[in-house]
Nanobody, 127 residues
Framework: VQLQASGGGLVQAGGSLRLSCVASGRAFSNYALAWFRRAPGKEREFVAHASWDGSATYYGDFLQGRFTVSRDNAKNTGYLQMNYLSTEDTAVYFC?????????????????????WGRGTQVTVSS
């Protein structure tokens, strides 16, 4: 499956953005969806995960309820709604897809669980 993330941009602190991830090539509903991010000088970090049907969602501990992951399988699209953005959210955001099955509960929080990756979209939050 091919993934294309979009929706990034420049926003002031406290603002909102919605990222989209459009899938093509294979049935999007076969896969779990995840968002990761990489800030300058930092390692890639788990942001959010949605199960294949969106019924189960998981978030990075740092989010404190500010982001919401969702998906519309009929449109082959996943979303990441980001509210109350801070300068610490500045990063390249990637969407990823992988089989929605995990040997260990925590596997879904690591990038190795996902076989397909989009190219990323830059989010810059100004103070």
């Amino acid at each position: 499956v091919q993934l294309q993330a979009s929706g990034g941009g420049l926003v002031q602190a406290g603002g909102s953005l919605r990222l989209s991830c459009v899938a093509s090539g294979r049935a999007f509903s076969n896969y779990a969806l995840a968002w990761f991010r990489r800030a300058p000088g930092k390692e890639r970090e788990f942001v959010a995960h949605a199960s294949w049907d969106g019924s189960a969602t998981y978030y990075g501990d740092f989010l404190q309820g500010r982001f919401t992951v969702s998906r519309d399988n009929a449109k082959n699209t996943g979303y990441l709604q980001m509210n109350y953005l801070s300068t610490e959210d500045t990063a390249v955001y990637f969407c990823a897809a992988g089989t929605d099955y995990y040997t260990n509960y925590n596997d879904r929080f690591y990038s190795k669980a996902y076989d397909y990756w989009g190219r990323g979209t830059q989010v810059t939050v100004s103070s």
